[in-house]
Structures are given as structure tokens and as C-alpha cells.
């Protein structure tokens, strides 16, 4: 049980329905680059109009690699470092944003709207 709620943000997103977390996101760029492998694109790319661009896509997939490689979850260390979420609960000592009595805050409200593909269901009352 006390695992499952460093699992719960501070922003009411659930870490094990993240992609960062589950580590879908690392999976996906492996099987990218082994298909990049398997088919030499990096030796053919030069061969073909409009691929030109590819060693800076392939620089840019070791970048998400590194940026998504793996999450603990923001309550265990993990998550974005300069979270507002985060650094406002610690400041307020709250568990969670719906603690608050200014909830939902504009800030909570943006992240909402950019990165929740299915908002919690407590906060998707009344919006």
C-alpha cells in the first residue's frame, strides 16, 4: 500500500498508467532502432532524397532515450525536477493538489490539459 501511493503524483496522475514509467516510451525507441539497424538506414539514407536529416533524427532519439529512459515517480526522487506541482505540495506540505483549498490551480489546469490523456476522475468534476 505504501508503494502504491508513491505512485500517485502530486499532480493526480498515476504513474503506472505513464508510458514514461512503464518504460513503453524506452521500448518503443529500442524497436525503432533496431529496425533502423536491421535495414542499414543510416548507410542508405544516403541514397534517398528527403532522409538527409536522418543523423540528427537518429541524435534526436538518443536524446528522448535518455530524457524517457526510466521514472521512479516524483514522490520516489523521479519526475521533472522543477515541477510546480511538486514544489508547491512540499512548500504547502500536502500530499497531492486536491488537498489544496485553491485546487484546481491554473498551473494544475494546464498540466491537466497538455499531458493527462484521461484526467483522474476526481478532478474531472465540475470542469
Avoid at 524497436?31 to 541524435?59: C, H, M, N, T, W
Avoid at 512540499?90 to 491537466?112: A, I, T
Wanted: hydrophobic share 35%.
Amino acid at each position: 500500500m505504501l508503494e502504491e501511493r508513491k505512485l500517485a503524483g502530486y499532480c493526480g496522475m498515476y504513474c503506472s498508467a505513464c508510458a514514461i514509467h512503464t518504460g513503453e516510451i524506452k521500448k518503443a525507441i529500442a524497436q525503432l532502432r533496431e529496425l533502423l539497424d536491421i535495414y542499414e538506414l543510416a548507410r542508405v539514407q544516403q541514397l534517398f532524397e528527403g532522409l538527409e536529416e536522418f543523423p540528427q533524427f537518429s541524435k534526436v532519439l538518443g536524446d528522448l532515450e535518455a530524457m524517457f529512459g526510466a521514472c521512479v515517480g516524483c514522490k520516489a526522487g523521479g519526475g521533472w525536477p522543477n515541477c510546480f506541482m511538486r514544489k508547491c505540495c512540499e512548500e504547502k506540505s500536502l500530499k497531492s493538489c486536491y488537498e489544496c483549498d485553491k485546487m484546481p490551480c491554473q498551473e494544475l489546469l494546464r498540466f491537466q490539459k497538455r499531458h493527462f490523456l484521461c484526467p483522474a476522475p476526481h478532478y474531472s468534476k465540475g470542469f
